[in-house]
């Protein structure tokens, strides 16, 4: 798998965690760019789930977030 065009030691942590992910489903090369992708779309998901839970917390007004928000907003997905 390529790495990025940074050197080894200024690669981020969450690009080399993408990378060995891949790697352990089988996918031994790709473009830098696909695990670019993938860690927006990652990013992206967490943050709408996270947004969804804090509304179904305030909802049952709660002040804080717990399990049963985070699973209900990954359902409502």
């Given at each position: 798998?390529?790495?990025?065009?940074?050197?080894?030691?200024?690669?981020?942590?969450?690009?080399?965690?993408m990378?060995?992910?891949?790697?352990?489903?089988?996918?031994?090369?790709?473009?830098?760019?696909?695990?670019?992708?993938?860690?927006?779309?990652?990013?992206?998901?967490?943050?709408?789930?996270?947004?969804?839970?804090?509304?179904?917390?305030?909802?049952?007004?709660k002040?804080?977030?717990?399990?049963?928000?985070?699973?209900?907003?990954?359902?409502?997905?």
């Open positions: 798998m390529e790495d990025t065009p940074n050197k080894p030691e200024e690669t981020p942590r969450d690009y080399k965690i990378a060995l992910l891949l790697q352990s489903h089988g996918i031994a090369d790709c473009d830098p760019s696909v695990i670019n992708q993938l860690l927006e779309f990652s990013h992206r998901y967490t943050v709408d789930v996270m947004q969804d839970a804090l509304v179904y917390a305030e909802h049952a007004k002040t804080d977030i717990d399990m049963d928000d985070v699973r209900l907003a990954i359902q409502g997905r």
